[in-house]
């Protein structure tokens, strides 16, 4: 196959990229570079069959080359980067979604959304299945993120429903791995950052909130698995072990061989008290659950920030 990916140079995009190029696959990947890695770029061009453009989907983009499958991965995905770019955010959410979409129907492409666990908001059903609508705070800080990918959903059932394109949305649930931004300012990202340069590690509120972290590898073998399924409607992917935040930051201290302290800030508006996907239908439908726990996938993890603290590269970031 053929496909364009959209957000290819980030995190998980580049992952998920490499996936399809190690399966024999063609992958023109597309970027703007808003949160993506050059780094990550490089690593890519090293196929002989990925072919980078560099673009916003958020304008028109137009491909001579057939295409069989878009993967919609374009998007501030960090609270610190969504509330610092929160235009560009709804932007390719809605028209740059719009965009990807015009492009899978052009070429009788499969299109995959990559949507999030967002669209939960604060979720008042524990843990969360594919039918719960959510309970969003639209107007809220986090809306634009929230919101940006609700709409997406909506569009890309909508591009489904009236003009037959074949579609596969997936909920990505917390994940975590190789090729993070030390400073993307998530979670995880910042307490290995911190406990690597000695520095309190921040717990927003009490920590006493939940979340649920999938190790990369796990996260793209659940999401390709989708994209060549006959699964349309939206479809979780995380891993369903929970725990505190508290407990991570713990769990970050034991296996960097930190000292750090753990600090508490105020808690951010509309942050999610629990986080924790179902995979009933992953498992049933897709065969997939995860294998990696916490620990192991934070001991992949750990090198490749400590290679980048060595360069003076990581650097935390707090809402």
């Given at each position: ?70 993967l919609h991965f374009a998007s501030p995905a960090s609270p610190v980067d969504y509330l ?58 986090r809306g634009v993120y929230d919101e940006a990918k609700r709409f997406a959903e909506a ?83 995380g891993n369903p072990n929970e725990f505190t935040v508290r407990e991570l930051a713990e ?69």
């Amino acid at each position: 196959m053929r496909v364009l990916l959209t957000g290819a140079a980030g995190f998980l995009g580049s992952h998920l990229a490499e996936r399809f190029l190690r399966d024999g696959h063609e992958v023109i990947g597309l970027d703007n570079f808003i949160t993506g890695s050059r780094e990550n770029a490089s690593l890519l061009e090293a196929y002989p069959s990925f072919r980078l453009i560099e673009h916003d989907i958020s304008k028109p983009c137009y491909l001579d080359d057939q295409i069989d499958g878009v993967l919609h991965f374009a998007s501030p995905a960090s609270p610190v980067d969504y509330l610092e770019l929160p235009i560009q955010t709804l932007k390719v959410g809605s028209l740059g979604t719009h965009n990807a979409l015009g492009i899978a129907l052009a070429k009788n492409a499969r299109f995959l959304l990559a949507s999030t666990s967002e669209v939960y908001g604060d979720p008042l059903v524990h843990p969360q299945p594919e039918l719960y609508w959510g309970n969003v705070n639209p107007v809220g800080v986090r809306g634009v993120y929230d919101e940006a990918k609700r709409f997406a959903e909506a569009m890309t059932m909508a591009y489904h429903r009236y003009h037959g394109v074949d579609t596969r949305i997936v909920r990505i649930f917390n994940t975590y791995g190789e090729r993070m931004r030390p400073g993307d300012g998530r979670v995880v990202s910042n307490f290995i950052v911190q406990a690597l340069r000695g520095d309190p590690l921040t717990i927003y509120g009490d920590g006493s909130q939940t979340r649920s972290f999938c190790y990369v590898e796990d996260e793209v073998e659940g999401i390709y698995r989708l994209f060549f399924s006959s699964r349309v409607d939206p479809t979780n992917i995380g891993n369903p072990n929970e725990f505190t935040v508290r407990e991570l930051a713990e769990v970050v201290l034991q296996e960097t061989g930190s000292d750090s302290d753990i600090v508490t800030l105020p808690l951010p508006a509309d942050d999610p008290k629990v986080r924790k996907p179902d995979i009933t239908v992953a498992r049933s439908v897709l065969g997939w659950e995860p294998r990696i726990d916490l620990r192991e996938g934070l001991r992949r993890t750990i090198p490749y920030f400590r290679e980048a603290h060595a360069r003076g590269q990581a650097v935390p970031r707090t809402i």
